[in-house]
């Protein structure tokens, strides 16, 4: 169980900086294309980025389902 842990726990943190890294390219790819209005590679980046998030969130459903992660903030069960 502590395995499944630490990989889920890799995946939901690589699945982040990929959507970081997808979203960084965007903003590049967005101020190096503005001549050019037929390129669609700002287009593309965003669509990784909606891809990545939506990996991101099952991801992090998952681990909440299977009770590999659990709230831990101090206010979680207050209200």
């Known amino acids: 169980m502590e395995n499944n842990k630490m990989w889920l726990k890799i995946v939901i943190v690589v699945l982040f900086l990929s959507v970081l890294v997808s979203l960084s390219s965007a903003l590049f790819f967005l101020l190096r294309d503005m001549g050019t209005p037929q390129s669609k590679r700002t287009l593309y980046a ?3 980025r909606i ?3 939506s990996l991101l969130l099952l991801a992090i459903w998952y681990g909440f ?15």
Do not use: F, V
Not at 65 to 79: F, Q, R, V
């Open 46 to 48: 965003l669509g990784i």
């Open 51 to 53: 891809l990545l998030a």
């Open 65 to 79: 389902e299977s009770g590999i992660l659990a709230k831990t903030a101090p206010w979680a069960d207050k209200y």
